[in-house]
C-alpha cells in the first residue's frame, strides 16, 4: 500500500477529522488547514469544549458526554451540532468517534484524528489498541497526529511511504513498533537503519530513534506494525516558540505581581512592627493587669502579625522558586525546539526577529523580579530583625512582670 505522508499532514485527502479531547500545542494554521479540508468534523465527548474555546463548530459530538461542559453543549446546540451519545463504558470516546466516522463514510476515504498520541500513557496505549482494532476491522485508513508525530499501522504485506521534499516540512525521525508482541521478517529501505528480516518484539529489538534518509521508505511486514512518523514544520515551530515565550512572559509578571504584593504588604507590616516595638519598650505592662483582656488582646495581636510576616516571607520565598524551576524548564524545552529546527529547516528571518523582540521583553521582566527581589530581601531582614526583637521583649516583659508579681 502507499501512502503519502505531506498529504495525510496538510489534510490533502478526503477524509473525516476527529478531534480528541486533549490541548495540544498545534499551530493555529495546521489546525485550520486540516478543520477546512476535512469533510466531516466530529468532537470526542470533551473535545467539544476546546473546540468552543477556539469558536470552532464540529458538526457532531460523540461519546458518553462526561467530559463536555452544559455551556458547550448550549452553544454547539443553538449552531446546529447533532450530538451522538453512546453509554458503553468497554469502549473509548476516541473507538466511538472513529467509529462513527466509519459509519458515516460518504465521500471519504481516510479519517484523522488530532490531538492523540501524546498526553497521559494510559490514553496513548488505550488509542494504540484502538488503532489496531480499527484496522483489523478493515475499516478506513486511520492516521493519528500530535502536533509532533503522525501514526498508523501497517497490516502484514509491502507497504510505501513517499515523504515531501518540501522545505518547510521535515521528518527528523521514524519508528517501528510491533502490535502482535512479534514481527518476524521485517524489511525496510529509506532508513539510516535498515531493516533486513529482522525481527521485531517486545523484550528485543523496537525500531525507535531511526531516521529517513530517502524521499520514499519501503516497510515489508508478516504481522502489523505501529508506524510513527515525527515531522517538524516551520509554522508549528513558531506557534510553539511563541507558546513558550509566552509562557514565561506569564510567569516573570505573575512573580512580578506577587512580588509587588508581598513587598508593600512586609513595608507596611514593618511599620506596624516599629510601634508594636515602642509602644512594648516605653508603656509598663502592671502585675495586676497580667492576664487582663487588653494584654491578652496586644499578645494576640503580635502573634497574629507575626504568623502574617512569615506566610509573606514564605510565598515571595515559594513564588522565586517556583519562577526559576519554569523558566528552567521552558529555557529547556525552547533549546531543543531551536536545536531541531536549525537540525532541519533553514532559519527564518522574520521568525528570529519576533523570538528576539520577546526575548528583550522577558529580560526586562527578569530584570525588574530580581530588582524587587533584592528589596524584598532587604525588607525581609529588617523585619526578621524587627520579629526577633518583639519575641524578645515580649518575653522579657513578660518574665519581669511575673516575677514583679511573686515579690
Not at 468552543?52 to 464540529?58: E, K, R, S, T
Request: glycine share 4%; with cysteine.
Amino acid at each position: 500500500m502507499v501512502f503519502s505522508a505531506a498529504s495525510i499532514l496538510t489534510g490533502n485527502l478526503s477524509y473525516s477529522l476527529v478531534i480528541l479531547n486533549h490541548h495540544d500545542t498545534f499551530s493555529e494554521t495546521h489546525l485550520l488547514q486540516l478543520w477546512d479540508n476535512s469533510k466531516t468534523k466530529i468532537a470526542a465527548d470533551g473535545a467539544a469544549n476546546l473546540l468552543c474555546d477556539l469558536n470552532l463548530i464540529p458538526n457532531v459530538v460523540v461519546g458518553d458526554f462526561d467530559s463536555i461542559t452544559d455551556d458547550s453543549k448550549s452553544m454547539l446546540e443553538s449552531k446546529g451540532t447533532s450530538f451522538v451519545k453512546i453509554r458503553c463504558q468497554d469502549t473509548t470516546d476516541f473507538y466511538k468517534s472513529v467509529n462513527y466516522a466509519n459509519d458515516n463514510s460518504n465521500n471519504i476515504s481516510a479519517v484523522i484524528a488530532i490531538n492523540g498520541i501524546s498526553g497521559r500513557l494510559d490514553h496513548v496505549i488505550s488509542q494504540i489498541n484502538d488503532m489496531y482494532v480499527m484496522a483489523m476491522k478493515n475499516k478506513l485508513p486511520l492516521y493519528v497526529m500530535s502536533s509532533e508525530s503522525l501514526a498508523w499501522v501497517l497490516l502484514a504485506g509491502d507497504h510505501k511511504i513517499v515523504l515531501t521534499n518540501d522545505v518547510n516540512i521535515k521528518w527528523p525521525s521514524c519508528g517501528l513498533v510491533p502490535l502482535l508482541g512479534s514481527a518476524d521478517n521485517v524489511t525496510t529501505t529509506g532508513l539510516e537503519w535498515n531493516l533486513n528480516n529482522d525481527t521485531l518484539k517486545y523484550g528485543g529489538l523496537i525500531s525507535t530513534s531511526n531516521h529517513p534518509i530517502s524521499d520514499v521508505i519501503t516497510i515489508t511486514t508478516n504481522s502489523p506494525l505501529l508506524w510513527i512518523l515525527n515531522y517538524v514544520n516551520r509554522e508549528g515551530f513558531q506557534y510553539k516558540l511563541k507558546h513558550f515565550d509566552k509562557m514565561e512572559l506569564d510567569e516573570s509578571e505573575s512573580a512580578l505581581l506577587v512580588c509587588d504584593t508581598g513587598y508593600n504588604a512586609c513595608i507596611e507590616f514593618n511599620k506596624s512592627l516599629l510601634e508594636m516595638l515602642s509602644i512594648l519598650r516605653t508603656t509598663p505592662i502592671a502585675p495586676a493587669k497580667l492576664n487582663s483582656q487588653n494584654f491578652e488582646e496586644k499578645k494576640f495581636a503580635i502573634s497574629n502579625h507575626i504568623s502574617t510576616c512569615r506566610s509573606y516571607i514564605q510565598t515571595m520565598k515559594t513564588s522565586a522558586i517556583t519562577l526559576k524551576r519554569v523558566m528552567y524548564s521552558v529555557d529547556f524545552e525552547k533549546e531543543k525546539l531551536i536545536s531541531n529546527l536549525s537540525n532541519v529547516i533553514p532559519p527564518d528571518e522574520k521568525c528570529d526577529d519576533q523570538h528576539e523582540e520577546l526575548q528583550k521583553e522577558k529580560e526586562r521582566l527578569k530584570a525588574e523580579v530580581e530588582k524587587k527581589n533584592q528589596q524584598l530581601r532587604q525588607v525581609s531582614d529588617l523585619i526578621q530583625l524587627g520579629l526577633s526583637e518583639v519575641n524578645f521583649v515580649v518575653d522579657m516583659r513578660i518574665h519581669s512582670t511575673l516575677r514583679f508579681g511573686r515579690k
